[in-house]
């Protein structure tokens, strides 16, 4: 009998998905009832819900395994270590620190399944939409969402595994069992071409009830990061320049960069936030039974593990479970001859240096470290106690949403494309200025390793840094050069992407990833 493959994750019974937030917005429809996928999508509300079901994979940080994207890029990077109690806890997560034991069988699969999961939901939407009874703007805009999240999904796909199937309708079984592998360049062309496709009617503002949805600012700065991914660097140029406006100034979305970028990571939506993912910690999930909880679990993930926290200046951390610790080449990194880079204190904690003050302790007894441990721990997703699920099991319920694109991001992004592409350089200049003057650093004249250096220390922990590597061709350099002797064993050629998961290779026409 063959498997179930991820691509039967089209929503065959629709159940008025519901995706929570911390407060009643797009993204938290209230269950309708059941109706079988075929007599559905026939009215706007079912068409809504069917959107709403597309937009759902992106929140997913569970799915069988972690599968917290940001966390498990984090923990392939030189910024952390993947951490746990030990090198067997989360198998998965030590097989991106350490790639000699990455195989098809040890991999982080649901990274597969859920980007899968909401390609079909983009296609099964997209092939319904003309039936469902829309006015001609809502149509538009709906069709603009459907394709900017399967352009979202392909892009994430293509990053971790290179060479995937590519499917733009709503697929059969037997399409499913005889789809291949397309090329890296036509999957980047169909990103490409739906992107161009969704932005213009993409909206420019949305209302705050509307959170989360996609909007042509972050259509646009999707497809400038894509095209800095494909090398199309006068392309990516041009669109991060629409995305960015004046440097420091307020661009056309009205995005501008935070005063104080400590607020960046407490402030949901806030004014640099360009595409954010939305948690919850309202859903009150209370275990585990299988399900796809929306709370952000790295929150928790990535908290220390094993200590007692006591009165201010340190109550508002939670223990946690201690994995990606910041790891010494990021600490030395942003603590550089003894200088701290202004970013430091939002981006790393020092565990130890809080218990020696005696604001927390270690409240297990042995005490466990976790695997490997440096006493540095990720600051940006800490769990905090305002983020802290208000109910069932507060581990599935942490509700700090993922800052998926923001425009310190897009700033560097469009300086090193319009460095790359040999443009207007003062403008490039300009953008470098304006990112480090946001915390007080000076003028640094702008060239490619400037660039890469301060998207390391800006972007820290954020899940960027690994793909860097690998696009810019240091990744071997770097992850097998790293301090202490924790190299990441990166092989070129071969761990730029993940194995292609095993169960995805039974009675299939799919071919694993080379070198595995």
């Given amino acids: 009998m063959k498997q179930n493959k991820i691509l039967l994750f089209a929503v065959l019974l629709i159940s ?48 069988g395994s972690y599968c917290s994207s940001m966390g498990l890029a984090n923990a392939a990077s030189d910024d952390c270590y993947s951490g746990g109690a030990s090198v067997n806890d989360q198998i998965t997560w030590t097989a991106l620190n350490d790639r000699t034991v990455l ?94 496709d969704a932005i213009p009617d993409l909206p420019v503002v949305i209302p705050a009830s509307e959170n989360g949805r996609a909007t042509q600012g972050a259509g646009k700065a999707l497809l400038g990061k894509v095209y800095l991914f494909d090398k199309k660097y006068t392309q990516a140029a ?35 936030s360009i595409f954010e ?17 929306t709370g952000n679990l790295y929150n928790v993930m990535c908290g220390p593990r094993n200590y007692t926290f006591g009165s201010a200046p340190a109550p508002t951390i939670v223990t946690g479970w201690g994995f990606t610790p910041v790891s010494y080449d990021l600490y030395n990194a942003m603590v550089l001859n003894g200088e701290y880079d ?55 319920n942490y509700g700090e949403d993922y800052i998926e694109i923001r425009l310190a991001d897009t700033y560097l992004m469009e300086a090193e494309a319009i460095v790359q592409g040999g443009g207007n350089e003062s403008r490039a200049q300009a953008l470098l200025d304006a990112v480090r003057a946001r915390v007080g650093l000076p003028s640094v004249p702008v060239t490619i390793d400037a660039i890469k250096n301060e998207r390391h220390l800006e972007l820290a922990t954020e899940g960027h840094r690994f793909f860097d590597l690998v696009r810019w061709g240091d990744a071997e350099n770097v992850l097998d050069n790293m301090s202490n002797g924790y190299s990441k064993h990166f092989v070129a050629g071969k761990s730029e992407f993940l194995p292609i998961p095993l169960s995805e290779l039974v009675n299939t026409k799919l071919v694993q990833n080379p070198g595995y």
């Fill in 16 to 63: 008025g998905i519901t995706i929570s937030s911390c407060s009643k917005s797009f993204l938290s429809p209230t269950p309708k009832g059941e109706t079988l996928e075929g007599n559905y999508y026939s009215t706007p509300a079912q068409a809504l819900a069917g959107l709403v079901a597309a937009y759902a994979p992106m929140q997913i940080t569970y799915n």
């Fill in 238 to 272: 041009s669109v991060l320049n629409d995305v960015n406006g004046t440097p420091g100034g307020t661009s056309q979305y009205g995005y501008h960069l935070m005063t104080n970028d400590g607020d960046i990571f407490t402030q949901k939506f806030n004014a640099e």
């Fill in 342 to 396: 202004p970013r430091y204190k939002y981006t790393i904690y020092n565990i130890d240096s809080l218990a020696k003050a005696g604001l927390c302790s270690y409240s297990a007894t042995p005490f466990t470290v976790g695997f490997p441990t440096t006493g540095y721990s990720v600051a940006k997703y800490a769990p905090l106690q305002q983020w802290k699920g208000s109910g069932g099991d507060a581990y599935l």
């Fill in 103 to 196: 195989t098809s069988a040890v991999m982080p699969s649901a990274l597969w399944n859920v980007g899968f999961q909401g390609v079909a939901a983009s296609n099964l939407i997209l092939s319904k939409l003309g039936n469902a009874g829309l006015d001609a703007a809502t149509l538009a805009r709906y069709t603009a969402e459907a394709k900017f999240l399967r352009a979202y999904y392909y892009f994430h796909l293509e990053l971790w595994f290179g060479n995937v199937p590519l499917t733009t309708n709503a697929a059969t079984l037997d399409e499913i069992y005889a789809a291949k592998q397309s090329l890296p360049d036509s999957v980047y062309a169909q990103i490409e071409q739906d992107l161009n």
């Fill in 277 to 293: 993912i939305q948690h919850t910690q309202t859903q009150n999930y209370g275990d585990w039974s299988g399900n796809s909880p």
